[in-house]
Nanobody, 118 residues
């Protein structure tokens, strides 16, 4: 089992910054990738940024150049630095950890609210 706890959400004005943290615990040696997803009211959950064990990252087009995902392996923590925030970034942000073997399985945090005011 893997447990994920997010922190760092809040209310910020457009153009501001926030850093989300996701502290992971449990059987992390089985985890192949971690990432951040978000879900706005009335919309489907979408991938924001991901990082795999080898360190490669990927981003949604809407956040490229503004958001940066990183990790601290010693602390089992993944971060999402969000700069130049826009009102459309408002959503609940969820931390995700994914296991690929023996079959794909997702672990989720409880979510943290990010609200960007215009």
């Amino acid at each position: 089992q893997v447990q994920l706890v997010e922190s760092g959400g809040g209310l910020v004005q457009a153009g501001g910054s926030l850093r989300l943290s996701c502290a992971a615990s449990g059987n992390m040696f089985r985890i192949n990738a971690m990432g951040w997803y978000r879900q706005a009211p009335g919309k489907q959950r979408e991938l924001v940024a991901g990082i795999i064990s080898g360190g490669s990252t990927n981003y949604a087009d809407s956040v490229k150049g503004r958001f940066t995902i990183s990790r601290d392996n010693a602390k089992n923590t993944v971060y999402l630095q969000m700069n130049s925030l826009k009102p459309e970034d408002t959503a609940v942000y969820y931390c995700n950890a994914q296991r690929w073997v023996p079959r794909e399985y997702d672990y989720w945090g409880q979510g943290t609210q990010v609200t960007v005011s215009s």
